[in-house]
């Protein structure tokens, strides 16, 4: 077991760590100021500077511009440009996009790779996957209610979908309809344009978090859209397992972000900690405070063996057996993080409560995490359902 690095993916994470800290971070709050005109002078220049440096969607192979990285080498980068919510997007690598990506290079035809994989890859555009619903399809995909039948060489496409991340601002969904009531085979995925005809955008839906770049929660209604054969992403009734085959690594992936910004909210707290005093002593000599800190920074590193395991499961090809591990990494990282953010509140008394520090803004965000793909609830079944079943190996 060799914890080390490979030499050149060592170097590559310091270029990635030295461009979100003197690069991201610097401009963090004008992008965000930015976003809210929606304008992006800012960002697309950051952007043009990741790809002319080498740094460009490095998940994805040579051919399309990146650096061929695996698992192993997404979890090393991910987690550097995760310390900053608007670093991802940087270098072309958010969530759905990057999802998006990686699912459409492993299952899309040449033509679809063409049509839309090239200007994803080239941020010419932005996508969205349509997989929830109102009344349907969430924590348990077998109650899609969203159906597209064939009507000659076409589909036609009915439903009602909802938190379709950075949905109105995209070029095109991958949308998962029932097209037969196989329990196993009964879905498909399709590649739809977002202004097809009979594609309704709802609304954007208000949450908890503030919107952020592609961060925003579109409602969609297609009513009769009208799709070719073509359209047909991987193959017709490979819906379900293509889903499996996108979130686990997607999950995963999430995890990686999420650890870069957990590492960089403990540094932010370090400095107060140490100087503030009450009662006498530095607030880092109170037993109370080194607890919490200890705690978390045991769950920091937790979560990253997790991260760690599941993506070198991945790069063996694993996937089957990695989908609970990366079950118990997304329920670790999640309620780990939702912890340490609040802890950082906590810790920082009124300064916390307040927006001087950003730790109440990323816990609004990151309290989805708990939520999207799939609920703690749902992983936790999986777990246990694996245990019981001998599938799941604890002590690796």
Not at 336 to 363: A, E, K, N
Request: glycine fraction near 8%; charge should be negative.
């Amino acid at each position: 077991m060799d914890f080390s690095l490979p030499p050149e993916l060592r170097a590559l994470r310091a270029e990635t760590r030295a461009f979100v800290e003197d690069r991201v971070l610097p401009l963090e709050d004008q992008i965000i100021a930015e976003d809210r005109e929606q304008r992006y002078e800012t960002l697309t220049s950051l952007q043009k500077i990741a790809r002319d440096e080498g740094l460009w969607v490095p998940h994805l192979p040579a051919s399309f511009g990146g650096r061929g990285l695996g698992p192993m080498g997404m979890c090393v980068l991910f987690r550097e440009m995760g310390r900053s919510l608007v670093g991802p997007r940087a270098f072309n690598c958010d969530a759905p996009d990057q999802g998006n990506m990686d699912l459409i290079l492993r299952v899309g035809s040449d033509a679809q790779k063409e049509r839309y994989l090239k200007p994803l890859v080239d941020a010419e555009c932005t996508s969205a996957f349509c997989m929830t619903e109102p009344m349907g399809a969430g924590a348990d995909p077998s109650n899609m209610k969203t159906w597209a039948r064939r009507d000659g060489d076409d589909w036609v496409i009915d439903g009602h979908k909802w938190y379709s991340t950075g949905g109105e601002a995209a070029a095109f969904f991958i949308l998962m309809a029932r097209t037969s009531d196989d329990p196993r085979n009964g879905a498909t995925m399709f590649l739809v344009d977002r202004h097809a005809e009979g594609v309704e955008h709802v609304r954007e839906i208000d949450t908890m978090a503030e919107p952020l770049l592609v961060h925003r929660e579109a409602e969609f209604k297609f009513n009769g859209v009208r799709v070719s054969g073509d359209a047909v992403l991987g193959g017709v009734g490979q819906g379900f397992r293509m889903a499996q085959a996108r979130l686990v690594p997607a999950r995963l992936t999430h995890c990686m972000r999420w650890l870069g910004l957990a590492d960089r909210a403990l540094e932010l707290a370090k400095p107060y900690l140490m100087e503030r005093e009450s009662f006498g002593r530095k607030l880092y000599q109170h037993q109370m405070v080194q607890q919490k800190v200890a705690q978390n920074a045991l769950d920091v590193h937790a979560a990253n063996l997790m991260a760690f395991h599941c993506a070198w499961m991945l790069e063996r090809g694993e996937d089957k057996a990695a989908r609970t591990y990366s079950s118990m990494c997304k329920v670790h990282t999640a309620r780990m993080m939702c912890r340490l953010l609040d802890d950082c509140i906590q810790l920082h008394g009124g300064r916390g409560y307040s927006r001087d520090v950003p730790f109440g803004d990323w816990y609004r965000g990151l309290r989805a995490g708990r939520i999207v793909d799939g609920p703690d609830e749902v992983h936790l079944m999986v777990i246990a359902r694996d245990f019981f079943k001998g599938r799941v190996e604890l002590l690796v």
